[in-house]
């Protein structure tokens, strides 16, 4: 089955830097890579996706990058601010496997001041 | 309020303890997901369900039970707790499979 690694597992940055989160995966055949950011005490919420078929897709503040023969895909956050302190975590699934995400480890950012 | 709600937040079990963790959606999707998230180990698929009367096993089903009898809900049932089961859970639902999944606020069972 797919096997996703996402590295740091901590990350603290200075409020205004830049925040770059990687993940691997291991199945070929996947074609769909969310990035999910959750809060204390709250549930995980999509902040942004990507497909196989695009290299990059930005909103706002925040990129996803794909690189499909590597088989890796990060996530970038520019201009840093406190609140963007959170738990993120990236996940990939195949064509025709409806509900079954393959998340990553998550990785712990600290925007300090 | 649209969205995913689960219930109850908070519950502590004794070991060998059945119960059943609910979940209910108003979005009308047809996916639905159950998650366990332990520390160190993101999140994992229990079971899930493409919608009403139609379920499957995802990667740690054991010792776990589901059935979708409406769109609208999908209860996850614990059989007999064990301490393994310590965990935080999570529904989750989506319009289509694996498209922008909506996460509930999770409940956070201990057994003991």
């Known amino acids: 089955g797919e096997n996703v690694e996402q590295h740091p597992s901590t990350l603290s940055v200075q409020e205004g830097d830049s925040a770059v989160i990687k993940c691997t995966y291991s199945?070929?055949?996947?074609?769909?890579f969310p990035w999910y950011k959750q809060e204390l005490g709250k549930g995980p919420q999509l902040i942004i996706d990507?497909?196989?078929?695009?290299g990059e897709k930005k909103d706002q503040r925040i990129a996803v990058t794909l690189n499909k023969t590597a088989k890796h895909f990060s996530l970038h956050i520019t201009e840093t601010q406190p609140e963007d302190s959170a738990v993120y975590f990236c996940?990939?699934?195949?064509?025709?496997?409806?509900?079954?995400?393959?998340f990553g480890t998550g990785t712990r950012l600290q925007v300090t001041l | 309020n649209a969205g995913v709600t689960q219930t109850p937040k908070f519950q502590v079990l004794k070991t060998g303890q059945s119960m059943t963790l609910q979940c209910a959606q108003d979005?009308?999707?047809?996916?639905m997901s159950w998650y366990r998230q332990d520390p160190g180990m993101g999140l994992r698929l229990i079971h899930y369900?493409?919608?009403?009367?139609?379920?499957d096993q995802g990667e740690v089903p054991n010792g776990y039970n589901v059935s979708r009898s409406t769109t609208e809900d999908f209860p996850l049932r614990l059989l007999s707790a064990a301490p393994s089961q310590t965990s935080v859970y999570f529904c989750?639902?989506?319009?289509?499979?694996?498209?922008?999944?909506?996460f509930g606020s999770g409940t956070r069972l201990t057994v003991v």
């Open positions: 990507i497909r196989s078929n695009v």
């Open positions: 979005m009308n999707h047809e996916y």
């Open positions: 199945d070929s055949a996947s074609n769909y």
């Open positions: 996940a990939a699934s195949r064509p025709g496997t409806a509900s079954k995400l393959t």
């Open positions: 989750a639902s989506s319009w289509e499979g694996d498209y922008g999944y909506t």
């Open positions: 369900s493409v919608g009403a009367g139609i379920t």
